[in-house]
């Protein structure tokens, strides 16, 4: 610190002396303004938005699909908003599942921000929303350092990856109101250890709900739902 | 982490700081990271040397603090800083989920002339 010191407390009329000039702004300030009007229009327009994440493959999309047809089974809209860097294969399985859809593509970006959320969410067809389902990027380092103005976060670790995976990225894990363990009708093939698996969630992010869900056969995808809705506080 | 786009907002954030305060060069920038912010000191100082060449900042140097991770432990209505990746109050073993730093990733300062 002694030479800080002495840059701060330059001799009087020494020009060339550094001088200390305060900055303390976050660097992802103009994502989190962003956020925070996303969040105030959600709150205004009666949307819970919710930011999905996990790894590439461990089934956000169809996780998704079945989320969105039990939700209009229950008479509660669903829209979502899609973030891949190429293709809409998703968006198209999304809307065949019968939810508005909006594809983000992101070109070489590894994460959604508050911006593109916006710009999505005001190309959406003019319909009833209530639940507005975001997929992020499959990434579990980059979209957790961006709020999207949600409600809530839904991190999901499949039976197929590693049961530490949650050990490995905690950034990820520790932001999650919600992990969800999907394909849990592989869980046996796969050799998944579910005790290993819970511990690591549990160590790392002691503040998640966790639930178990599978896609295919429709097991847990009520019990989602429900943890979905309850994120409308 | 994507290194290069955060360097470039906080260098851009520099930038414009030291030019508000009718500054000639920036000497040095010092910068708050978390250690649970996912980024990689070490990356961000490889950026930083690549992004700074043709700005104000050419010859600047690059400082780093790292903010610890600190926890709340609403049993103790008291802070702690965790061992490891598992968050668990010191004093009554419970688990914490709430954290009160170490996401951070500022620009803290800036020493111009």
């Not at chain 2, 930038?15 to 920036?26: F, L, P, T, W, Y």
Request: hydrophobic share 45%.
């Amino acid at each position: 610190m002694s030479d800080l010191d002495a840059m701060r407390a330059p001799e009087a009329g020494d020009r060339s002396a550094p001088r200390r000039v305060e900055v303390n702004e976050a660097i992802l300030r103009r994502n989190q303004s962003s956020a925070d009007e996303n969040r105030q229009i959600f709150r205004e327009r009666g949307w819970l938005a919710v930011n999905v994440l996990s790894s590439p493959g461990s089934g956000k999309t169809e996780l998704l699909c079945r989320t969105s047809e039990r939700l209009l089974q229950r008479g509660i809209h669903p829209a979502v908003v899609v973030g891949d860097l190429a293709t809409d294969n998703d968006a198209r399985r999304l809307q065949a599942a019968g939810a508005p859809v909006v594809q983000i593509v992101t070109g070489t970006l590894c994460h959604l921000d508050a911006d593109m959320v916006r710009r999505a969410v005001e190309s959406l067809p003019a319909a009833p929303v209530d639940v507005l389902l975001i997929e992020n990027v499959g990434n579990l380092v980059c979209p957790s350092a961006y709020d999207l103005g949600e409600a809530g976060r839904a991190v999901l670790l499949s039976v197929t990856e590693g049961e530490d995976k949650p050990r490995k990225y905690p950034t990820m894990f520790k932001s999650a109101t919600l992990v969800v363990i999907t394909k849990v009708d592989l869980a046996s093939p796969a050799g998944f250890d579910r005790d290993a698996a819970y511990s690591a969630i549990r160590g790392v992010a002691p503040q998640a709900a966790v639930l178990e869900t599978s896609a295919r056969t429709g097991a847990g995808i009520d019990a989602w739902i429900d943890a979905l809705l309850a994120l409308r506080q | 982490m994507h290194e290069f786009s955060l360097m470039q907002s906080a260098l851009e954030m520099a930038v414009d700081r030291a030019s508000q305060h009718g500054a000639e060069r920036i000497e040095r920038l010092t910068m708050r990271i978390g250690d649970l912010s996912g980024v990689v000191p070490e990356a961000l100082q490889f950026a930083f040397e690549v992004l700074r060449d043709g700005t104000c900042a050419a010859t600047a140097a690059l400082a780093i603090e790292r903010v610890p991770v600190r926890c709340h432990c609403s049993e103790c209505d008291a802070s702690f800083e965790p061992d490891g990746l598992v968050y668990v109050c010191p004093r009554c073993g419970a688990a914490s989920g709430d954290i009160r730093s170490g996401r951070e990733m500022e620009l803290a300062w800036i020493e111009v002339t």
